[in-house]
């Protein structure tokens, strides 16, 4: 059935994350796949959606989509230009920051989060680019995304190093640590959704996408995935969500290879 | 005041072995051609800080400048790994490397309390982050009216701060604009304060989105044209993204890496004098 | 997202018995008609805080809509005493004035906390001096690192911020510009945030030294030309030097104070509907 | 002799106050005397003074006296305008004020200043505008200069509140409160200088200006005043300071006047 299909696994993953800010009045976006969803959210269902980037651009909006959080145009296109420091204390520890978008290199059940380290078998521990903004990005935003690809290396059954915490240990662990953020409420792929589940917070599979088995996300994560009693089929993404997010991203080839 | 110099002058004079460094420029505004007046001029043992290290510190490190680096995000933003970086930290190559390794909101409130005169700052930070166990200075303190735990940062206070700015009168005023990341408190938090402009003119004709670091707290200004490169400087350049691209490249393995300095760092000696 | 509206509804809407309001502009940007409107609508038991009384809330407080003044300078600049927050403090008229009495830097410090959602600040400050004995919002630290003792002040956290700016767009978003106090501090801690501005623009083309308040974290913009008088908005008025010095007068003495205000406050209700 | 002066006492003590910025890089300045003394200082003795004002305008030059520390010109002319807490914590805070200025209501023999409260016989307590920045100038700027016109009922034998600290109760109490500056190194009033004694740190005096006597300076001092084994004699005002502040005087009356 995959065969069939007129987009990538990458696009769907793309469209899904875009809908989830749906709602959204303000996204902390980091770069890659956050920073494509959240333009091409903010070029789909919530055209008024604020993108803030670490750089301490606030309400950018760029024309294409920038290649490090620093870009001129972010800066050039944003209503507000802060220091670092600013963008840190007085927007998002603040809780000005209705989501928050994460990738990941490791995430375990509980939607915890490495970026650190990852000790290897005979050869030294694989150095990793670290945290960045993501620890306080976990805790503040008013609710955290995740988007990664799925594979049994990136979703892990223990992690070694936390870097952001999602739920700790399960139910409760976020409140003892004073976190004030709803924490992860989608862990998006380019398989499918998970989603805590409301008593335990342990990751649930709640669904998968077009041509997608439940089954074949199993055997992509490291540890027996919980599966909801009913798993949905995300939509497929709509003619205008495709048109929209190549058009995007065809510009974006053409603007950042026409500049170097 | 700030004495305006040559960036070979400003390095020698001001940047020492076993120095704690700080070449700041939040993606924007990289003293990229800075770091390499401090590797042309074999500078050794520093403790390099910085919040994304980038391929500045990917150089600096590979040459063997660095005995730490103090930091928070070390990628080729968008591109993958800093390879330096990480055979540094895996293999000890050139040199061992020590990390004391933070958060941004961390090391961003470490740079304000260093600005400040303040031993440490607070922050609600790191909360179940393994980073807190693995560095001392990140601590916690309680607050006096609600009993609540925060996180508490130790000050950065640099030797020296380096970062490149649009443009500086002859008085050595510095004036900059766009994204300003950090710069401004590690300028504040340093001893001595390194800028390399694009230009230096003869009045600094107000810009929206600008700052002016008075000649006052600046140490020494060098004329530096493209002294961001890679990175750009707003008004000047833009930013060379397939450079970011070729990094991965070059710096992936040892001798490309180190051919790649010789040819284009350490034998134009004196470019910039 | 802001609403643009009238001064009237605005007060009408935000500010409510009992709150904690702070009206901030640092000698510049003063929201003085907005004060008037708070006076006008009859609000009580206000607490007021600003680090600068100044007129406006020599005004508020002697027609009686506070129960409690934060503030850390309270004179009229230049000229002498702030007769009715004298009267109000020394006399109790007309209404008895409890304080909670700071220094600039610790007031600024309270912002920023509440503006950062910390619960306190930390600073050096308030050593020897007996303000520190005198309020429950100043206490002390001891920095995790040095073991250093600092002073520590607790975060305010208004119900409302009021400020007035040069101007704002058709969708709420703020431009204020020159002198700014801790206006963005004041605007950030606050629950919700009345903005008087001078005038609604189509656009708001990019002024050096401008900083922009976007509409998401403003309640409310009301257009009020001159809402800043006897103080100034950079750019469309300038200071009222001779009505400061007028203030001297007028509200020395309370029979003339109150029809002062009868006169150019109360009467001229709707003025700005 | 006093009648044969061709200057007022509070013109002589505006340019010992000057004087007194002479050597000074940066001023963090108060508005009323030690604004139009420093002012005068970079007309005269200092050209290259900078000129710090607590609304956050650093480098100010204005060319007539600002009538408040916010005035426009201040930032018109300023190299850079901050905000409060930047100037507070970042500059003054951050030990990169040279010299402060301050005035007093009352000030005691350690140079400790009251601004704040002054209990009255049978009626309330006399409520005065407060601290301002006056503490932390007080603590933090490299040294401290305090002009005041001399009358018993301003240098008090003992100060019902201390609102900022000169040398506390003498000789290393300023170490012991941890005061980074070296404090208040001149009392400049409209009679004379006094300094305090490099061992006891009580104010003495050291300088009368010219047709002032010592017992002059005694009577209206509230508590026996320490003199100095050689009082000297204040320097004239020359005519090129009396003449560039009566000119920057006069030129401010006019520019005040025409504005409002």
């Known amino acids: 059935m995959t065969d069939t299909l007129t987009w990538t696994s990458d696009e769907m993953m793309t469209v899904a994350s875009a809908r989830a800010l749906a709602d959204a009045t303000t996204c902390f976006v980091g770069i890659g796949l956050p920073s494509t969803a959240a333009n091409l959210a903010r070029r789909t269902r919530n055209p008024d959606l604020v993108l803030i980037y670490e750089s301490g651009t606030i309400g950018a909006k760029p024309d294409v989509l920038p290649l490090s ?22 927007w998002l520890q603040a809780g000005r920051c209705d989501v928050g978008f994460l990738g990941a290199a490791q995430v375990d059940r509980f939607a915890n989060i490495n970026t650190t380290v990852i000790p290897r078998e005979g050869q030294p521990d694989l150095r990793l680019p670290g945290a960045g903004g993501a620890p306080e990005i976990a805790a503040h935003a008013g609710k955290v995304l995740v988007t990664v690809r799925h594979s049994p290396r990136v979703f892990v059954d223990a992690l070694p190093f936390v870097t952001s915490v999602g739920f700790g240990t399960g139910a409760g662990d976020r409140e003892r640590l004073g976190l004030r953020g709803a924490g992860p409420t989608e862990v998006i792929t380019d398989l499918g959704v998970m989603a805590p589940d409301p008593r335990t917070r342990e990751l649930t599979l709640v669904e998968v996408h077009p041509g997608v088995s439940v089954e074949q996300v199993r055997e992509a994560t490291g540890w027996p995935l919980r599966v909801a009693d009913e798993v949905a089929t995300t939509e497929p993404p709509t003619d205008n969500e495709l048109g929209v997010l190549r058009d995007l991203q065809a510009r974006t080839k053409e603007a950042h290879s026409a500049r170097s | 005041m700030a004495e305006i110099t040559s960036l070979h002058e400003a390095v020698a004079g001001l940047v020492h072995d076993g ?10 505004l990289i003293p990229t051609l800075a770091g390499h007046e401090i590797v042309r001029q074999q500078r050794r043992d520093l403790t390099l800080v910085r919040m ?4 500045v510190y ?3 490190i590979g040459m063997g400048v660095a005995r730490k680096l103090v930091f928070s995000w070390g990628g080729n933003p968008g591109v993958g790994s800093l390879h330096r970086f990480r055979d540094a930290v895996e293999n000890s190559w050139p040199v061992p490397l020590e990390v004391d390794e933070h958060s941004h909101a961390g090391m961003a409130n470490r740079y304000v309390a260093g600005a400040s005169n303040l031993p440490f700052a607070v922050l609600r930070g790191y909360q ?3 980073l807190a166990g693995r560095s001392d200075t990140i601590s916690t303190v309680t607050c006096p009216f609600t009993g609540e735990e925060l ?5 950065i206070n640099p030797d020296v701060a380096v970062i490149h700015a649009q443009r500086a009168d002859r008085a050595g005023n510095v004036q900059l604009w766009g994204i300003l990341g950090v710069q401004k408190e ?3 938090a340093a001893k001595r304060v390194l800028v390399t402009v694009e230009e230096i003119v003869d009045a600094l004709d107000p810009v929206p989105g600008a700052i002016v670091l008075p000649s006052w707290v600046v140490t020494a200004v060098a004329p530096v044209p493209g002294g961001a490169h890679p990175s750009y400087a707003a008004g ?23 051919r790649w300095m010789d040819e284009h760092v350490v034998e134009p000696a004196g470019a910039h004098r």
Chains 1, 4 share one sequence.
């Open chain 2, 186 to 188: 590690a300028v504040l």
């Open chain 2, 52 to 55: 994304t290290p980038d391929l």
């Open chain 2, 58 to 60: 990917d150089q600096m």
């Open chain 1, 69 to 90: 959080i620093g870009d001129g145009e972010l800066a050039d296109t944003a209503d507000a230009v802060v220091a670092v420091p600013e963008i840190f204390n007085y």
């Open chain 2, 236 to 258: 000047y350049t833009t930013r060379d993204n397939a450079f970011y691209t070729a990094w991965d490249t070059i710096s992936r393995d040892r001798d490309t890496f180190a």
């Open chain 2, 19 to 28: 120095d704690i460094v700080s070449l700041e420029g939040f993606t924007h």
């Open chain 2, 128 to 130: 179940g982050s393994g």
């Open chain 2, 151 to 155: 996180a508490a940062v130790a000050a």
